[in-house]
């Protein structure tokens, strides 16, 4: 172990207190030390989802190996695909979103979780409820099915409940607060129609249907669920993460705003108006997309840190690669379904490539703060105690952040040229992207320092 007596930041730190630099300073400014538990909060209910969610990447990581020549070939609708694709985003980002919540209605909203219990148990519904169901996706076994919807249904709900009673009690009413309840309403709007999919895959009822209500579903998911949040939510993390003042908020809100509204219109335009409604709900998107990448690059210009750790690294290549996914959303809607390739493109792009990659960067900031907080906070002042940068390694993060975007580079080529090789040394780069993240944050969590 190296260093002296440092805060998380590497600071001095104070005795036996809270870490040095926790919370607002002069000037307006939140240091890392903003996500520090308050209170007599416990920082279990957070680290079991992250431990889950995590197990979740790396099985959706070697799942993406698997279903390699079927992306290739661009059956992105493949039940094999449907289930893959489950392990990563109800698997990792919302049960990482979950968690990640509990943490940060109380730092961020100044609101306590209302039941830790009803956390715990719903948890406890909801990460076996997915273990179950993406392999009943991927298998089509209607008795898998229902046994999963289950536990992801009671899981939600306690999650959910227990989540919107905590806000009620928030003291502080913002773009955070909205952006949670809005997100939070759309993920309501996922499960059901995922629920409606599911009942779908074994009666056909939907028939031609079927292809528009998979995007909606999929589109009211990644945006209405998992951007939403991150774009509200940003606003706080940001400014905390790179020590900058918070920068044009306005554009934040308009980012959330335009983002929601232009979801319910495009899922309007999807289904039965003409397509100029369509069209006029992603223009909204897009200008909420472009309100959220501008408002990220100012906050990064603002910083006061001249370098970027490898969690800002990943911040900052997920905004470009949320422009490209931007760029290929018009070629999407106007092509539709029929180009099987260009929406398999768009989705690994968008989902792997910005959504993934994103929170990625986000929890190489929150997790390793979070085990510095459990493992070290008790001990400074009274032992040498490594700083947060230290709990992980910042070349090992920087590979990580290449594997990735070479993994999605890679498929997205594979598809490109109908390739399965390609694609799969792209899956398998994208696995050995998500081996080294769990890697690193195990580290950070209970390695020692070298
Ligand atoms: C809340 C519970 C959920 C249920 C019950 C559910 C159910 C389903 C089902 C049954 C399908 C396959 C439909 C078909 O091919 O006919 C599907 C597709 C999809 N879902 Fe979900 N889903 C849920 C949540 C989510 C979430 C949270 C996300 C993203 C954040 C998501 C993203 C997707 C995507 C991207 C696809 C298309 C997969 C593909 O390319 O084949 N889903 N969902």
Redesign the pocket.
């Known amino acids: 172990m190296t260093g002296g007596s440092v805060a998380p930041g590497g600071g001095a730190a104070p005795r036996g207190g809270a870490p040095a630099g926790a919370g607002p300073v002069p000037g307006g400014m939140v240091t890392p030390g903003g996500m520090a538990p308050q209170g007599g909060a416990s920082l279990r209910l957070p680290a079991e989802h992250f431990v889950a969610g995590i197990v979740f990447l790396v099985a959706g990581g070697a799942g993406l190996v698997w279903i390699a020549p079927e992306l290739a070939r661009g059956l992105?609708?493949?039940?094999h695909?449907?289930g893959v694709?489950?392990l990563f985003?109800?698997g990792w980002?919302?049960t990482t979103i979950f968690g990640a919540l509990y943490q940060l209605i109380q730092v961020a909203l100044g609101a306590s979780v209302r039941s830790e219990r009803l956390g715990h148990v719903g948890f406890w519904f909801f990460v076996p409820g997915v273990a179950v169901?993406a392999p009943g996706?991927m298998t089509q076994s209607v008795v898998l099915h229902h046994a999963g919807?289950t536990g992801?249904g009671i899981g939600?709900a306690c999650a959910i409940v227990n989540i919107a009673m905590s806000l009620k009690s928030a003291a502080i009413r913002d773009v955070v607060w909205y952006s949670v309840a809005v997100s939070m309403t759309y993920?309501c709007t996922?499960?059901i129609?995922?629920?409606v999919?599911?009942h779908?895959?074994h009666t056909g009822f939907l028939g031609g249907g079927?292809v528009t209500t998979?995007a909606i579903?999929?589109h009211v998911?990644?945006i209405g669920?998992?951007l939403i949040m991150i774009a509200g939510v940003s606003r706080r993390l940001l400014p905390m993460f790179l020590l900058s003042h918070t920068v044009s908020p306005r554009l934040n809100a308009a980012s959330v705003a335009f983002l929601a509204s232009g979801l319910a219109i495009l899922a309007w335009g999807l289904t039965a108006a003409p397509p100029s409604v369509a069209w006029a709900g992603l223009v909204l998107i897009e200008a909420g997309l472009a309100a959220f990448v501008v408002q990220g690059a100012r906050n990064m210009r603002a910083r006061k840190r001249p370098g970027l750790d490898a969690g800002l690294l990943h911040v900052r290549a997920a905004l470009v690669v949320f422009v490209i996914a931007g760029l290929l959303a018009p070629f999407v809607l106007h092509r539709g379904a029929d180009h099987r390739g260009l929406a398999t493109i768009y989705?690994l792009t968008g989902?792997l490539g910005a959504i993934g990659v994103m929170v990625m960067g986000l929890q190489y900031k929150v997790v390793p703060f979070l085990a510095w907080v459990a493992r070290y906070r008790g001990r400074v002042g009274r032992e040498r105690v490594p700083v947060v940068a230290q709990l992980t390694s910042p070349r090992a993060g920087r590979v990580g952040l290449a594997l990735a975007l070479g993994g999605v580079a890679l498929l997205d080529l594979g598809v490109i040229m109908v390739q399965p090789l390609v694609a799969y040394a792209g899956a398998a780069l994208f696995f050995a992207a998500t081996v080294n993240f769990m890697l690193q944050l195990r580290h950070a969590a209970w390695g020692t320092i070298a």
């Open positions: 992105y609708q493949s039940p695909v449907a694709t489950h985003t109800l980002l919302t169901f996706v919807l992801i939600l993920l996922t499960f129609l995922g629920i999919l599911v779908n895959i079927r998979v579903h999929l998911a990644i669920w998992v989705i989902l």
